[in-house]
């Protein structure tokens, strides 16, 4: 069972940047496809970013495009970041990493995608 461990989260103001870490322990020698969402009070989760296995290719939502960039450290993308910049009140929530050994994932954006989550780390901007 892969596990997951986000870190990196905090109390920022409006304007300032935060990154956030995502670890997956290595139970394969294939790499993972990982990705980030969020969930804000009262909200459903939402997909944020994320990178294919082989680290070339990553998306993001419209609402955080210019402003966060998600990267691996490593091949096997079991170290994963998200520099968040420019944070806004809006994007107070909490981060989940989640990722998978699905090679060439079509649906980065629904959470069924994905076999293995963190719990989580909470991110709030004040105003």
């Known amino acids: 069972q892969v596990q997951v461990v986000e870190s990196g989260g905090g109390l920022v103001q409006t304007g300032d940047s935060l990154r956030l870490s995502c670890e997956a322990s290595?139970?394969?020698?294939?790499?993972?496809?990982m990705s980030w969402f969020r969930q804000a009070p009262g909200r459903s989760r939402e997909f944020v970013c994320g990178?294919?296995?082989?680290?070339?290719?990553?998306?993001y939502s419209e609402s955080v495009k210019g402003r966060f960039t998600i990267s691996s450290v490593n091949t096997k993308n079991t170290l994963v970041y998200l520099q968040m910049n420019s944070l806004k009140p809006e994007d107070t929530a909490v981060y989940y990493c989640?990722?998978?050994?699905?090679?060439?994932?079509?649906?980065?954006?629904?959470?069924?995608?994905?076999?293995?989550w963190g719990q989580g780390t909470q991110v709030t901007v004040s105003s």
């Open positions: 989640a990722g998978t050994l699905t090679q060439r994932l079509a649906e980065y954006r629904r959470e069924i995608s994905y076999d293995f």
């Open positions: 290595e139970h394969s020698f294939l790499p993972y496809t």
């Open positions: 990178i294919d296995s082989t680290g070339r290719y990553v998306y």
